[in-house]
């Protein structure tokens, strides 16, 4: 079993920075494809990025390329998502999540471990 919780949400402007963490307990990450996800109100939980167990491959959204940057520190057990130039679009309940092994993925239903979310509000 795997917790997850993530950090590091918040209020900012457009254009503005953050840093979402996702700590995880319970099982080391080393062997886990991560991936983050966003659910906007009234919207479905949407692909964000991804990154294998390796760290070797990522993915992204197409809107969010070339602003969002997905990392991992196995050592730290910790999963980050640094996102840059945000816009009000990006508004949303962000959430990260485990799977055991295999490539990164961009499905919901291929990720076995969700954590709580962390509310991102980008002001305009």
């Known amino acids: 079993q795997v917790q997850l919780v993530e950090s590091g949400g918040g209020l900012v402007q457009a254009g503005a920075s953050l840093r979402l963490s996702c700590a995880a307990s319970g099982r080391t990450l080393s062997r886990y494809t991560m991936g983050w996800f966003r659910q906007a109100p009234g919207k479905e939980r949407e692909f964000v990025a991804t990154i294998k167990w390796s760290g070797t491959s990522t993915g992204y959204a197409d809107s969010v390329k070339g602003r969002f940057a997905i990392s991992r520190d196995n050592a730290k057990n910790t999963v980050y998502l640094q996102m840059n130039s945000l816009k009000p679009e990006d508004t949303a309940v962000y959430y990260c999540?485990?799977?055991?092994?295999?490539?990164?993925?961009?499905?919901?239903?291929?990720?076995?471990?969700w954590g709580q979310g962390t509310q991102v509000t980008v002001s305009s």
């Open positions: 999540a485990a799977r055991m092994g295999g490539l990164e993925s961009a499905i919901l239903s291929a990720y076995d471990y």
